[in-house]
T-cell receptor
Framework: GQNIDQPTEMTATEGAIVQINCTYQTSGFNGLFWYQQHAGEAPTFLSYNVLDGLEEKGRFSSFLSRSKGYSYLLLKELQMKDSASYLCAVSDSGYALNFGKGTSLLVTP | GAVVSQHPSWVICKSGTSVKIECRSLDFQATTMFWYRQFPKQSLMLMATSNEGSKATYEQGVEKDKFLINHASLTLSTLTVTSAHPEDSSFYIC???????????FGPGTRLTVT
């Protein structure tokens, strides 16, 4: 079975840094993904981790610890447009994505 | 990057009718496509995995006779919602996988409203 947990909501200030955590327990593992989704739109790819460690891409970084079943997405220099849902997803042995419930991030001025 | 299209982007239909949603990979060949469903304020739920030239694999709880999936070519998969009911109203999103496992691209989604 699949069990992916992340906080439901977070609020942060423009210009700040926010970390969104994700824990997972899955039967198969082919990598962990982070997606951004604005209301009414399809998800857009942010990051992919398959090995332990930190992957940095501009203002966004993602970390993975496979032994702990833990990942986080780090957003730096927050902008108002970063207000969105952030979805943690684990790819199983068949490469399908199993999504967490998503974290709704609100960036305030 | 790779582009995946969906058609229609939104559709309203009457209860009891059928609706077909198309998912196309525009600039790459997708051996595997996935269909997801998302209800308001909820996350994406995988409905089925579609492999070109073979039967789709459905997730537990998804009725294969109600949600017909056809993956006739490497660039096209279709989802047909048969005998639609208001509870089928949702946001349906497809994704297509390129060669590398992490290269999975989402379509823009289809919003279905059943009245």
């Amino acid at each position: 079975g699949q069990n992916i947990d992340q906080p439901t909501e977070m609020t942060a200030t423009e210009g700040a840094i926010v970390q969104i955590n994700c824990t997972y327990q899955t039967s198969g593992f082919n990598g962990l993904f982070w997606y951004q989704q604005h209301a009414g739109e399809a998800p857009t790819f942010l990051s992919y981790n398959v090995l332990d460690g930190l992957e940095e891409k501009g203002r966004f970084s993602s970390f993975l610890s496979r032994s702990k079943g833990y990942s986080y997405l780090l957003l730096k220099e927050l902008q108002m447009k970063d207000s969105a849902s952030y979805l943690c997803a684990v790819s199983d042995s068949g490469y399908a994505l199993n999504f967490g419930k998503g974290t709704s991030l609100l960036v305030t001025p | 990057g790779a582009v995946v299209s969906q058609h229609p982007s939104w559709v309203i239909c009457k209860s009891g009718t059928s609706v077909k949603i198309e998912c196309r990979s525009l600039d790459f060949q997708a051996t595997t496509m996935f269909w997801y469903r998302q209800f308001p304020k909820q996350s994406l739920m995988l409905m089925a995995t579609s492999n070109e030239g073979s039967k789709a694999t459905y997730e537990q709880g998804v009725e294969k006779d109600k949600f017909l999936i056809n993956h006739a070519s490497l660039t096209l998969s279709t989802l047909t919602v048969t005998s639609a009911h208001p509870e089928d109203s949702s946001f349906y999103i497809c994704s297509a996988r390129d060669r590398e496992p992490y290269e999975q691209y989402f379509g823009p989604g289809t919003r279905l409203t059943v009245t």
